[in-house]
């Protein structure tokens, strides 16, 4: 006779979050892309601090001629004879302005800006659609919007809201964040409506899935099915949403401030710095690749660090 | 079977653009001798195949009467011709008449109240009718129709009556005695109109006649064969036009659209355009592209100024709609000591190197140009800011809180420093800045797009008529040569506020009753000396009692490809006004 | 489904007529003047005359009414007259744009073709690039293949066409000379050699078009493939005995087609609208450049025309998708 043998368990139960961590630690570009992501933000946010150079202080009298249009150090490889200045490691722009100081500054308000809206984009977006998707009733209704803010022209929607906004933005939380706030929200509301789209017509799917149809007849809440069933089932769309619509926004902030909606003209960003050396591009190449190679590698970033989270959300794929 | 021709006749522009890369050692050994055969290929109309020619702003309209946008205009000057125009020094050159009126050859009254045109005879409409008096007359009548809305309608101001005497000569009669009386027919946005084709297009109804619009009859070198617009242009020869050998080229390929760095690049780098259209790029962008060898830029000057202006109204936004930018006076703007300081702090010989290298000179004066009006009384090419400094210290106007910035009246000198969006601008918005921060004053930059800053549209707070600003920067000019139009621009009469719908071009609100005064004066005056000196001393007004701070005299900047024989850079009219003679250089 | 389809179909009537009203009341809104783009030479009192000869010193209400009528009711009698030669249309005035006084609908025809053919194409090929490599990324999660895949797709859509735009252009146009910068618009193909000239200068705009475009898509179907793969009903197929092209191919794939679907179907009326920057780039001057062009000179009949055309479509095409999704998974009932 053997006795019945319970294996009583030796370990204390883990915690759900403590399984995604854990499963998120083992995918290792999402490591890397995390990393990299808290240091491009380290380098931005604590970088001006440190950095001797200024970005907007412009050189003037002799020294304007000996500062400006300096190439980076790098340069002196295979053109010893350029222009260069140590004290200037990524050369200067044609006002002799520091390029490092420049992309440090520009990626404070463009990683800002893109994640904000990113944020601001995909909560609208995911709300609407789910609701229009899990509710029949106000589906028309949300669809209908949708289409009607596909349909808006985005320029003259954007000079409407700086109209009616921006000077009493500016006068209640100062012109720069008037100006932040107001960007973000004008790019976050009009980009929101693929995302709506795209998870709608997930949830359309999902809804009529067994294991909802059983957490229905259990008597789950509404809100409580939404939360826990539905949207963990939708997140990868939204996750590819996020990185597309950051990269969307980052670029879309630098066509704000060429129509004179965004920053000042001596407040750089990535997109602007991208979108001011394009005429200058056989001449300097530098100043087109490293705004561009920034804004590709946040992105980059953005996507591993959402596959890893992706992943650690999925509990068929979790501890595989 | 048209577009195909063209389409055919394109690629092989190109492929023969590639052939003459080849050639281009033996073409730079043999230019003096390339010059001297120019003439050689004007022997027969079309000889030399077709021209490419980039604007890129895209002509939407080819009647400049219902457009008046630049890019129409010129586009048209290909077609419809003026009776005289001004050539590349600014001198007034007969077109389509045997010479010029004036009060010595009995052309122009005594009394200055008519002009007398006479036609040259034997001149055809591309059509094969004849050109008469009678157009020229109904032309004036299409323009001056109370609900045309004709953009052109100052060439006719102060015109009571235009009537053809006979088939050839045609009169104008003004309403008060006219010392300039060179406004109609004259100039490339004054052109004129076949009657038989417009007759019906008056009024109202001048929008309806699209065909008509779109395709103008006209006497000059080009017909249009095909137009679509806001895009390209395609146009051959004219089988009636004057000169039997001209023009050289059989066909205009009139491409649209893009940007001024395309265009550029389109002329000088790839070859595949042969003229190249106002390229107003940085110096270096402009260098680099001349490095690729295909084409040069030529550049002319005109009374182009590229100005700051300085609002003599107080823009507080705490203000009401109908005070802000409208009470006088500004809190400090209108001392002295304040825009001299400001104007001296800058250094001017820099900005035009860095935004207008060959196309730009220091600008001292409102009226840069015609030489005979440009005065002589300011110099302005040096910076001194120790200088600038000294002129606040003296005049009280102190840094009393240690925070770098001075405060005049108590308030911290700070000014809002708006303009449109163009890369040159933004440059000379940062420069400027920081000049101005080393004399104590604070500036905060504003760029707006330029359909809303230059946009009439009174709703908008960001038009430069409502000037809800310190300071704002763009560039003016004046057709013709001719400025007391413009010069009315300094009247206070023409300041923009709420009751005029902001619609003054007084636009820094300047405001001095010895310019009035003098104005008067030479709205009475005749005599091309009287007049200019009168006009310098206009000039000297504004700019010394702080209408404006002017920075830099611009010209115009466009491109041709080294092929392109011909090009005569005019400022005064419009740019393509020689087509006729350009041809190829072989 | 057949139900839905016309119900939805009667409800995008007064849909569209509430989308026209509130782009009309924007523009109408937004600041702007169509005199911005004549010289300041131009007085403002022969401006003004301008603007009243334009319509604008109507009152808005009369202004919209007018572009109505002119749109719901002439511009089709303009349409059956062209085809059938009859004459409802005779001096009723149609939507005029105000940049170049002439019939907006004409303009939009004649800039239809070049729109077409170039963003039509890129999406073709994104389409045709995109779906097989979401697919293989998926399918082999993490291989050296799907990491580039990634990296690919990532760096080409964070890069902005007015970059990569020009970059081509320097690089194939001017270094190397093999394509022309300037889409030429009156080229017309009738033999071998004016096709092998149309292809040279639609391979730059379609190339960076397809590369934006096939980013986007490829990410949507790698995602959702993804999800499908681990689902139980794969392992029964597979346990089942059925090949694994079948599985992948049909089972995962239809069920995955939905956000991919819905991604289509949001770009396709963007085929019509243009690639604003693209087209500005490489001068296609198609419907995209029409549009920015009509904003900024702020021609508001053409303006308005425009959006509402790409209105149209937005809902046709979202009412298409919606369809679809009821054939890709019968589950989904809308009644």
């Known amino acids: ?320 | 079977m048209q577009f195909d021709e063209v389409g055919q006749k394109y690629k092989r522009t190109i492929q023969s653009d590639m052939e003459r890369e080849m050639k281009i050692k033996t073409l730079l050994m043999g230019a003096i001798a390339a010059t001297a055969f120019a003439p050689v290929a004007l022997a027969e109309r079309g000889a030399d195949g077709q021209v490419n020619i980039i604007y890129w702003q895209a002509p939407s309209i080819l009647n400049p009467f219902l457009s008046g946008g630049t890019k129409d205009t010129e586009a048209a000057s290909l077609i419809v011709e003026p009776l005289a125009r001004y050539d590349e020094t600014g001198k007034m050159v007969p077109w389509l008449v045997n010479e010029i009126p004036t009060v010595q050859n009995g052309g122009v009254s005594a009394d200055l109240t008519s002009i007398t045109w006479k036609i040259k005879s034997g001149i055809k409409w591309s059509d094969g009718s004849d050109f008469t008096a009678h157009d020229v007359k109904f032309t004036a009548e299409y323009c001056m129709h109370p609900e045309g809305g004709c953009a052109q309608v100052t060439k006719f101001e102060g015109v009571t009556n235009v009537e053809a005497l006979d088939d050839l000569t045609v009169k104008v009669t003004f309403g008060a005695p006219t010392p300039f009386p060179y406004g109609p027919f004259v100039g490339g946005e004054s052109p004129i109109l076949q009657q038989a084709q417009f007759e019906n297009c008056t009024g109202a109804k001048a929008p309806e006649c699209t065909s008509a619009n779109f395709g103008p009859i006209g006497t000059g070198a080009f017909v249009v064969e095909d137009f679509k617009p806001n895009d390209v242009i395609t146009l051959v020869a004219n089988d009636h036009y004057r000169d039997p050998l001209k023009p050289a080229f059989g066909r205009v390929l009139f491409k649209g659209g893009g940007d001024a760095t395309a265009a550029g690049r389109a002329v000088m780098e790839t070859g595949e355009f042969d003229y190249g259209w106002n390229l107003q790029l940085a110096p270096d962008v402009i260098a680099q592209m001349e490095a690729g060898g295909k084409g040069k830029p030529v550049a002319g000057f005109g009374p182009l100024l590229e100005r700051i202006m300085l609002n003599n109204t107080n823009p507080d936004p705490e203000l009401g709609p109908d005070e802000r930018s409208v009470v006088r006076p500004h809190p400090f703007l209108g001392d002295p000591a304040v825009y001299n300081a400001l104007s001296l702090a800058i250094d001017r010989p820099l900005l035009v190197e860095i935004g207008y290298g060959k196309a730009g000179k220091v600008g001292c004066n409102w009226i840069p140009a015609p030489a005979a009006v440009n005065s002589d009384t300011f110099t302005c090419d040096v910076q001194d800011i120790a200088a600038a400094n000294k002129m606040l210290d003296d005049a009280g106007y102190l840094d009393t809180d240690g925070d770098g910035i001075r405060e005049a009246h108590g308030k911290p000198m700070k000014m809002l420093y708006q303009t449109s969006t163009n890369a040159v601008r933004q440059d000379f918005q940062a420069l400027i800045k920081q000049w101005w921060s080393e004399i104590g004053i604070d500036t905060e930059l504003r760029n707006i797009s330029g359909s809303v800053f230059f946009g009439g549209d009174p709703g908008s707070p960001d038009t430069f008529q409502k000037f809800y600003a310190d300071i704002q920067m763009y560039a003016n000019t004046f057709n013709g040569t001719d400025p007391q139009s413009y010069l009315g621009h300094g009247l206070c009469e023409k300041a923009p506020s709420p009751a005029n719908q902001w619609q003054g071009e007084n636009i820094s609100r300047f405001c001095d009753e010895a310019y009035d005064a003098l104005y008067a004066e030479l709205t009475n005056t005749a005599g091309a000396d009287a007049r200019a000196e009168i006009s310098r001393r206009l000039n000297d007004i504004i700019v010394s009692k702080g209408g404006m701070i002017p920075l830099v005299h611009r010209g115009r900047l466009s491109a041709h490809a080294n092929s392109l024989g011909g090009v005569k850079l005019n400022v005064w009219d419009s740019e393509l006004w020689n087509a006729a003679d350009w041809h190829r250089i072989k | 489904m057949l139900t839905f389809t016309v119900r939805r179909l009667i409800l995008a009537v007064p849909t569209l007529l509430f989308i026209s009203l509130v782009i009309f009341l924007l523009l109408e809104l937004a600041p702007g003047d169509p005199m911005a783009q004549v010289p300041l030479t131009v007085p403002p009192e022969v401006k003004e005359k301008m603007r009243e000869a334009l319509g604008l010193g109507e009152p808005a209400h009369i202004r919209f009414w007018k572009w109505l009528v002119q749109f719901f009711w002439i511009e089709p009698q303009v349409l059956i007259d062209h085809y059938f030669g009859t004459s409802f249309s005779q001096g009723d005035l149609r939507v005029i744009s105000w940049q170049t006084r002439s019939p907006v609908m004409d303009i939009v025809i004649q800039r239809l073709p070049q729109t077409l053919t170039v963003v039509g194409t890129a999406y073709v090929v994104a389409i045709l690039i995109a779906l097989p490599i979401g697919i293989y990324s998926a399918y082999r999660q993490y291989s050296w293949f799907d990491q580039l895949g990634t990296f690919v797709s990532m760096v080409g859509f964070s890069v902005p066409p007015f970059f990569s735009g020009v970059l081509v252009i320097v690089i194939f146009s001017v270094q190397l000379g093999w394509f022309p910068s300037i889409y030429d618009t009156t080229h017309v193909v009738t033999d071998w050699d004016s096709f092998v000239f149309q292809l040279k200068q639609m391979i730059m705009p379609v190339m960076v078009l397809a590369l934006q475009i096939t980013a986007q898509l490829s990410r949507f179907m790698r995602a959702s493939m993804l999800d499908n793969l681990n689902q139980d009903y794969v392992r029964t197929a597979r346990a089942k005995g059925l090949s694994e092209y079948i599985v992948v191919m049909v089972h995962v794939l239809r069920n995955s087609m939905i956000p991919v679907i819905t991604v289509i179907a949001l770009g396709i009326p963007s085929i019509f609208g243009g690639a604003i920057i693209t087209e500005q780039v490489f001068k296609v001057n198609g419907i995209g450049q029409l549009l920015i062009g009509a904003i900024e000179a702020n021609d508001l009949p053409m303006v308005q025309t425009l959006t509402f055309i790409f209105a149209v479509l937005i809902v046709t095409f979202n009412l298409i998708a919606d369809v679809l999704y009821g054939i890709l998974d019968p589950r989904i009932r809308y009644d």
Request: charged share 15%; proline share 7%; glycine share 10%.
């Open chain 1, 1 to 320: 006779m053997t006795e019945l043998h319970t294996p009583t368990p030796t370990a204390p139960p883990r915690s759900q979050w403590l399984e995604i961590w854990t499963q998120f630690k083992s995918h290792s570009g999402a490591l890397i892309g995390g990393l990299l992501f808290v240091l491009i933000l380290l380098i931005v946010v604590v970088g001006p601090f440190v950095y001797w150079n200024d970005a907007t202080v412009v050189p003037t009298g002799r020294d304007f001629i000996k500062l400006r249009d300096m190439r980076p150090i790098y340069h002196g490889l295979w053109d010893p004879g350029a222009k260069m200045n140590w004290a200037y490691p990524l050369g200067t722009d044609n006002l002799g302005r520091d390029t490092l100081a420049r992309l440090m500054f520009g990626g404070r308000v463009s990683i800002a800006v893109g994640l904000a809206a990113m944020i601001l984009a995909l909560f609208l977006g995911t709300f609407i659609g789910v609701i229009a998707g899990y509710y029949k009733r106000l589906d028309g209704l949300l669809m209908r919007l949708t289409d009607l803010f596909l349909a808006l022209p985005l320029l003259p929607m954007i000079l409407v809201a700086a109209v009616l906004f921006r000077e009493s933005l500016s006068k209640s939380i100062g012109p720069e964040g008037g100006v932040f706030v107001l960007i973000v929200c004008l790019i976050g509301i009009t980009s929101w409506m693929p995302t709506a789209r795209i998870v709608r017509g997930d949830v359309l799917a999902l809804k009529e899935r067994e294991f909802v149809v059983a957490a229905q007849s259990i008597g789950t809440r509404n809100s409580k099915l939404v939360l826990r069933h539905i949207l963990p089932n939708v997140l990868s769309p939204i996750m590819v949403s996020a990185t597309l619509g950051i990269a969307t926004a980052i670029i879309t902030e630098s066509s704000l401030s060429f129509l004179g909606f965004g920053f000042p003209p001596d407040f750089p960003t990535w997109g602007r710095l991208l979108n001011d050396a394009v005429d200058r591009m056989t001449l300097y190449p530098e100043r087109v690749i490293w705004p561009g190679l920034m804004i590709s590698l946040s992105v980059l970033c953005v996507n591993y660090l959402g596959d890893g989270l992706r992943d650690a959300l999925d509990p068929r794929i979790r501890g595989r």
